[in-house]
């Protein structure tokens, strides 16, 4: 058995994976690779959110990153509770009356907020949406899907290619 | 392809062809299920502080999704408890193989078999959804029901014609377990052939015919021809991930129609549970109102009219660029199987989202299972609101990229060449990316 010498052997192995290769970095760098946020002025923001069985009022809310919050909760029916997702933000409102906190968005993406405090049947699912500065997440999940129907399609690039050698 | 038959270990053959192992699972689900019914009707009616909601829509919903078919295809239907009672009565006994018990044991009507019913049932749940997931005596309620159903039906028809044709989760199992890397399969078809008696078909309560065997989703795993097989000729097959799904498998037009509900019941169970709109969240809780009437005229005409009609002209697409031109009705059939990579994955990252929030309620619920103030294992004050992580929310883009990726892998194999999958993978595209908004946008 005539043995291979190890340089052949390593372009073999990089022939064979390199695509492999180039698709998972690919994958990691749409899913990792810093993107630059647009450069809007930190402002102070002041939002009343409203909240009742089983909804925020607004249930979306945009800002930009660095901006100062502050965020006045007011219950219209039963105790409702203020959770951010991200932030070590929460408040509490009791019925009729007015919850006020100060937090910083100091990081940038989607937050959901939720209730914090049992209100009834669908409390669980009292949900809302706080966006600091574009939906890069979103952005990343497209380039993702995109990357991950070329690399399905890949094989079917093969045969052309071979066709394409083998022509005198 | 690559197979490794678990039989070949013998601890493993051992515990499979006993009835013992098996009967102790499902009497312990079947223990659960009975505790289950009794804490939604006299425990707490706070849907978080009672066992039936979290262990049903929490627990045992996101371990369905996440690891019994993922990793074990039908593997829940081989202890579910539901079937348990009717079938001590069809057997005449409780560790007894099929055989003479009570029951008129009819065959099931033959206009009503296949998918279509479980998929109306998975309607159903989507339709009264909020309710069910969220009232604990609700969940009661409906939970006695299916087990009166499955005992009442178990005494009319023959073998498991509930699990066959009626239970909602049998249809999502079934359909899902044909990307399961589980299989029951007959080592030798020479000595199936040569065996005339066909002990496997007549111990079989789901009336397959392991010889027969093409696809996973009809079986469910209870390993009963396993036992009877005087030839030791079953395998149990750990396989590939989607084996069932290439260009020479068989489906069919109600396997395709349950695929679609399956993935409209994920796009409204992901906008209402999990999306910033309260008002749709109140318009599915508030059952028989018009704004009910109103969620529920968009859910039927997006699972019945919308999702069917894309997928239809993407069907319709891929027949006419394939080579070989085909009716509509077999192009639905046969490329629904892109539907069951891009569900499954779909229902996955749904589930991620969900259950990463809401799992500290389990241990609570443990220590204080009816919301009567207990505190059996000093945990029931550790539950807490929950939160998403940025890895949870990465894992599901990431599950939804290998969800387009492995439907669009199927609709290559299946078309062969890259034209005719175009349509198919444009539908899953835009699917995917309903999924994807819902989720992270």
């Known amino acids: 058995m005539v043995s291979q010498p190890p340089n052949n052997t390593a372009k073999e192995h990089w022939k064979h994976w390199r695509w492999t290769f180039l698709f998972a970095v690919s994958a990691l760098l749409i899913l990792f690779a810093p993107l630059p946020l647009p450069g809007a002025a930190p402002a102070d923001r002041h939002i009343r959110i409203e909240a009742s069985m089983f909804q925020f009022t607004p249930g979306e809310l945009k800002i930009n990153p660095g901006d100062r919050v502050t965020v006045e909760l007011v219950s219209t029916d039963v105790v409702h509770g203020f959770s951010l997702d991200g932030y070590n933000f929460e408040l509490k409102a009791d019925p009729g009356q007015t919850a006020t906190g100060i937090f910083v968005a100091d990081k940038a993406g989607d937050f959901r907020f939720r209730c914090s405090v049992a209100c009834g049947n669908l409390h669980p699912f009292m949900i809302g949406k706080l966006r600091v500065g574009p939906n890069f997440l979103l952005a990343r999940g497209i380039g993702l899907g995109l990357l991950a129907v070329i690399v399905a399609l890949w094989p079917l690039r093969k045969p052309s290619t071979h066709r394409l050698r083998s022509r005198p | ?441």
């Open chain 2, 1 to 441: 392809m690559t197979r490794l038959d678990l039989t070949c270990f013998p601890w493993a053959k051992t515990l499979l062809r006993s009835r013992w192992p098996q009967f102790l699972l499902r009497a312990i689900t079947l223990a659960g299920f009975v505790f289950t019914i009794l804490a939604g009707l006299f425990g707490s009616v706070v849907g978080s502080h009672n066992f039936a909601i979290i262990f049903v829509w929490i627990a045992w919903w996101t371990a369905l999704k996440l690891f019994f078919i993922p990793f074990g295809g039908r593997s829940w239907c081989s202890i579910c408890p539901i079937p348990m009672p009717g079938e001590w009565l069809q057997h005449g006994g409780i560790l007894q193989p099929r055989g003479k018990g009570i029951g008129l044991d009819r065959r099931w009507p033959h206009f009503l078999k296949g998918s279509w019913l479980q998929a109306g049932g998975f309607l159903l749940v989507g339709l009264f959804g909020a309710v069910t997931l969220t009232s604990a005596s609700v969940t009661a309620v409906v939970l006695l029901a299916i087990i009166v159903l499955a005992l009442v039906l178990s005494l009319v028809f023959e073998r498991r014609s509930f699990c066959n044709y009626l239970c909602p989760i049998g249809g999502f199992t079934g359909l899902y377990a044909q990307a399961g890397p589980v299989e029951v399969r007959v080592k030798d078809a020479d000595v199936c052939a040569g065996h005339s008696e066909k002990t496997c078909y007549s111990a079989c309560p789901w009336g397959q015919y392991p010889l027969a065997l093409k696809s996973s989703a009809n079986c469910g795993l209870c390993m009963e021809c396993l036992r009877v097989c005087p030839t030791d000729n079953i395998a149990v097959n750990l396989r590939p991930w989607g084996s069932d799904l290439g260009p020479k498998t068989k489906h069919r037009l109600d396997e395709a129609f349950l695929g679609l509900v399956m993935l409209a019941s994920a796009l409204v169970d992901s906008a209402v549970f999990l999306g910033p709109w309260g008002q749709l969240k109140s318009a599915a809780y508030a059952i028989g109102s018009l704004p009910w009437l109103l969620f529920a005229g968009v859910f039927l005409v997006a699972a019945l009219g919308v999702l069917p009609g894309l997928y239809a002209a993407a069907a319709w697409a891929a027949g006419r660029l394939g080579p070989s031109k085909t009716t509509l009705q077999n192009a639905l059939a046969h490329y629904s199987q892109v539907l069951v990579p891009l569900g499954l994955m779909a229902w996955i990252a749904f589930t991620i989202s969900f259950a990463f929030t809401k799992f500290s309620y389990v241990l609570a619920v443990v220590s204080d299972p009816l919301g009567w103030g207990w505190n059996l294992i000093g945990m029931s004050g550790t539950a807490w609101v929950g939160q998403a992580t940025s890895f949870s929310l990465l894992l599901q883009i990431v599950l939804l990229a290998v969800g387009l990726f492995w439907a669009s892998r199927v609709a290559r194999r299946i078309t062969e060449s890259a034209r005719p999958a175009m349509p198919l993978i444009a539908f899953s595209g835009i699917f995917s990316l309903g999924m994807l908004w819902l989720l992270i946008g």
